[in-house]
């Protein structure tokens, strides 16, 4: 696993935020962002702060075990989520969890895109299973998403949203939009049958 530093990290989500917040995907203080540093730090975005207004000094720095090594705020309550993540497979070092609205849909309405055609589901994001209901910032929902996380690139979270990962910030982020992006397309060409 190679180092990536808390600047570049830091860099990253608050980047991958504004672009989150700017494109809809996140509104208020929904969603969260995590880099992985090394084998045992984890940069994550705090609780209660609008994504698309991350400074460097608003993230919060943690070790595997979700003890806080840094930071004014306290961490995202899907800390553990991410963690799970991490843990499953060290090529990740990326995750974000958003509430974008087609795919946030489709998780409340209990729908996978399982069978979809579309090229950026068979292609790019693969697979994208619908988690079963687990509370939020549970550790039912960590233990899931870090089973899927060993198979897939990304997950709906029943009734909850969307979750991607990847091995870089700018990885997860396009999966992320992909998945979006393929939840509006696949319900816009239902509507034309």
Request: charged fraction near 20%; glycine fraction near 10%; hydrophobic fraction near 45%.
């Amino acid at each position: 696993m190679k180092d990536i530093t808390y600047e570049q990290a830091a860099a990253a989500i608050v980047a991958a935020g504004r672009r989150l917040y700017q494109a809809g995907l996140v509104a208020g203080n929904d969603g969260n962002l995590s880099v992985r540093l090394n084998e045992n730090e984890v940069l994550l975005t705090p609780t209660g702060l609008c994504k698309g207004e991350l400074t460097e000094a608003s993230l919060v720095l943690v070790d595997m075990q979700g003890r806080v090594l840094a930071g004014e705020l306290p961490p995202t309550s899907e800390a553990a989520l991410h963690l799970a993540v991490y843990r499953a497979d060290a090529a990740h070092r990326a995750v974000i969890h958003a509430h974008a609205p087609y795919a946030a849909a489709f998780a409340l309405a209990g729908r996978s895109l399982a069978g979809s055609r579309l090229a950026e589901v068979t292609e790019c994001l693969g697979e994208i299973p619908l988690l079963p209901y687990a509370a939020p910032g549970s550790q039912a929902l960590a233990e899931q998403a870090g089973q899927a996380a060993g198979q897939y690139r990304g997950a709906l979270l029943a009734a909850h949203g969307p979750v991607c990962w990847g091995g870089d910030m700018r990885q997860a982020l396009y999966r992320l939009e992909e998945l979006e992006l393929a939840c509006k397309i696949t319900l816009l060409a239902e509507q034309l049958h």
